[in-house]
């Protein structure tokens, strides 16, 4: 059984910081790359961080410097460091397997947390 919590979310003003966590279970997540993702009304999900198994990490570069992606596999848990948050960083936030190894057909994921940047 797949379970994805995501945590974490609220309103900040621009230039503030959040902390958002992740807990999964199932065995589809062990030894697996992760990634966060986000979603803004009207607009597909599109990745914002990955994470490898052997600890190297990826960004968009909208995030590149301000984003830090980390896990702790001891908790089954996943976080997402957001520095210097921007307007345009207000969206629903997931995080999941990667996408690149996605089993056919694939489509858990949990509820999000919604981030809101005022300017």
């Known amino acids: 059984q797949v379970q994805l919590v995501e945590s974490g979310g609220g309103l900040v003003q621009a230039g503030g910081s959040l902390r958002l966590s992740c807990t999964f279970s199932g065995s589809i997540f062990t030894d697996a790359p992760m990634a966060w993702f986000r979603q803004v009304p009207g607009k597909q999900r599109e990745v914002v961080a990955t994470?490898?198994?052997?600890?190297?990490?990826d960004y968009t570069d909208d995030v590149k410097g301000r984003f830090t992606i980390s896990r702790d596999n001891a908790k089954n848990a996943m976080y997402l460091q957001m520095n210097s948050l921007k307007s345009e960083d207000t969206a629903v936030y997931y995080c999941n397997l990667y996408p690149g190894i996605w089993p056919v057909r694939y489509d858990s994921w949990g509820q999000g947390t919604q981030v809101t940047v005022s300017s």
């Open positions: 994470l490898t198994v052997r600890g190297d990490t």
